[in-house]
């Protein structure tokens, strides 16, 4: 029993890197630096350099979730903990419903970004369920093949990126750098507020605290690795798109390989879209992960697999049917997850009896940037803020 417990803690600190770049990279290196130029012009580069600042508090405080509870439930778990079983378990229902709504939207994304390649998919709600099943698939490997092909996919994305920035350079010019979108208040909040769901995918890794070797030794290392990595990465498309002629595709890899000859572009296109399906590959395993441990006892991980299944189905209907767009699922995957974020900084300030430098800066970003997303975002804002206070002090 003792040597299949220890054989299931088995990512390493490289291994757990690779997760964490994949799942925060993924499909917001692909689209979400095009659209930061058109909110916020010239501001774009600084936009991304702050939420990297954000982003190290965001990582640090998940990897301190991740030692201190190893476990699945690790997130709810510091929750309960520090705020009450209440919250604990609304915690819990929002992250299993940002995963049925987040995990369709990564899938949608990677659907139009395929359409780049092909004209004969079928439609998007289709291509992006076949993608859906074949993460729930995938995620039935075993944690060592899991990694294997997160390490592959990843670099072979990186790579891909790096070669087109870098052919891309002739046709750059730093003076298109103020010619691309219009620098406004409400153009920054807005780029802000999408650059963040691109920073998604810390709280996701945490999933895995229960197969992490070490964890209190692998998580920081892993964490120290991987913030540089994907902050520098976004940073560097951000410019290089800036930088490219105004009017070119949003999605970055067109848009830097348009110039191109076909049979490169397409070289690097397909390569590049490996990034997309890798993400959605970790963002399935982490959900899978987290609605088994929800339905512990009373049933298995296959009829788990089958309720994300219905999950997915059921939100790309609605996409299909235009109910919601895939801006609403964007939008909706953010504000609960810094709805998560919140509590999480909450419940450690009250476990750690006093408030540190990153629980302060997630909290208050997350509030902020909740709140730039209009009258929604002001009601999770006050509930947020009410349930917070209503936890009353700091417990022993």
């Known amino acids: 029993m003792a040597q299949n417990a220890l054989a299931e803690r088995q990512w390493s600190v490289g291994q757990l890197t690779q997760m964490y770049v994949s799942s925060v990279l993924g499909a917001g290196i692909l689209v979400v630096p095009g659209i930061s130029v058109q909110e916020a012009g010239w501001a774009a580069p600084l936009v ?4 990297a600042g954000i982003c190290v508090c965001i990582a640090q405080m998940f990897a301190r979730i991740s030692m201190e509870f190893p476990r699945v439930s690790g997130i709810t778990d510091v929750i309960g903990s520090g705020m009450g079983s209440a919250n604990a378990a609304i915690a819990q229902g929002l992250l299993l419903v940002v995963y049925a709504v987040g995990n369709p939207a990564m899938a949608i994304a990677t659907a139009h970004y395929l359409e780049a390649l092909t004209d004969r998919l079928p439609p998007v709600p289709v291509t992006a369920m076949a993608l859906m099943l074949l993460s ?3 995620a039935g490997l075993s944690d060592r093949a899991i990694a294997r092909i997160q390490d592959v996919s990843i670099k072979i994305a990186l790579v891909a990126l790096g070669v087109s920035i870098v ?3 002739p046709g750059m010019d730093l003076a298109n750098l103020g010619r691309q979108g219009s620098t406004s208040v409400a153009g920054v909040l807005t780029a802000a507020g999408v650059a963040f769901y691109a920073y998604l995918g810390w709280e996701n890794v945490s999933l895995l605290g229960g197969s992490v070797r070490d964890p209190r030794h692998t998580f920081p290392r892993a964490i ?3 913030v540089p990595l994907v902050a520098l990465t976004y940073l560097a498309a951000t410019v290089a798109y800036a930088a490219l002629p105004p009017g070119g595709p949003t999605a970055l890899v067109p848009a830097l390989t348009a110039g191109l000859p076909a049979p490169l572009r397409l070289v690097l296109l397909a390569s590049s879209a490996v990034a997309i399906i890798a993400a959605t590959n970790a963002w399935v395993l982490g959900a899978t992960r987290l609605y088994v441990h929800a339905v512990r006892g009373r049933t298995s991980e296959s009829r788990a697999k089958i309720v994300l299944a ?3 189905a059921g939100t790309l209907a609605l996409f299909g049917a235009g109910i919601v767009t895939h801006s609403d699922l964007l939008a909706w995957t953010s504000a609960l997850f810094m ?4 509590l999480c900084s909450a419940a450690l ?22 709140g ?3 009258i929604a975002g002001l009601l999770f804002v006050c509930v947020l803020v009410v349930v917070v206070l209503a936890t009353g002090k700091v417990r022993k």
């Open 167 to 169: 052919l891309a350079v």
């Open 310 to 312: 219905c999950a997915y």
């Open 372 to 374: 730039s997303r209009g």
């Open 349 to 370: 300030a009250r476990l750690q009896r006093r408030w540190s430098v990153q629980a302060v800066v997630v909290l208050l970003s997350s509030l902020v940037i909740l």
């Open 339 to 342: 709805s998560v974020y919140a």
């Open 48 to 51: 991304w350099v702050v939420l």
């Open 136 to 138: 729930l698939a995938l």
């Open 224 to 226: 120290r690795r991987a």
